[in-house]
């Protein structure tokens, strides 16, 4: 099972949904999270968590070797570079699933547009694979830019994930603390991780995974 998380932006809460995602499954199978972004936030992240990681930059490269890597682990995370590069290509042309936060400001919604038109690309030279999701990611719950990026994702006509993941202070201090929401303590963090935990499963679902 090979996951992707990918934008064509940074900043919207891609490498910190990858991490979380590599915690959570390395509680349950073998792991290895894959980092393909040029900042390397994730791989740093993975390291202080005690994670498998792998730092794999070059598209070359990583066409070649996430094939034999998904034999040698039961779940492969990529973090993919925030760009529509040769990286992101390779990295469509070989995850079972691409998921896609966006924050809710039109910027975002708008840039959200081209890494969908480079996923629907991938998808039809391989048959219906990866499969897409788009999530909200630091939004602020029940407001009218919730609803309206909710309205505007679903326009895209690729799938929406249910689960929003909120604007929480706990989420951005978990990489200083060297920890994942799931090891902190605090009704918000409690709230954070059961709405991660939602989420992956929800995107579980799409890929017809239990």
Partial sequence: MIIAFTNQKGGVGKSTAAVHLAYWFSQRQKTLMVDADAQQSS???AKSLGLVYQVIQDPEELFEKIPDLAIQYSALVI????????TTKAILAR????????????????SSHKILRFIKHATELRSGYPKAALFLSRA????????????????????????????KQCIA?????????????????????SDYEALFQEALEVLNVK
């Fill in 140 to 167: 602020t719950k029940g407001t009218v830019l919730e609803r309206e990026a909710r309205e505007a994702l679903i326009a895209t006509g690729t799938h929406l994930l249910k689960t929003a993941i909120y604007q």
């Fill in 95 to 110: 995850c079972d699933i691409a998921l896609v936060p966006c924050q809710p400001s039109g910027l975002d919604l708008h």
């Fill in 79 to 86: 973090d993919a570079p925030g760009s529509l590069s040769e």
């Fill in 173 to 193: 201090d978990a990489p200083g603390q060297g920890c994942t929401v799931f090891q902190m303590s605090g009704k918000a963090a409690t709230e954070a991780a």
């Fill in 43 to 45: 791989s740093v992240w």
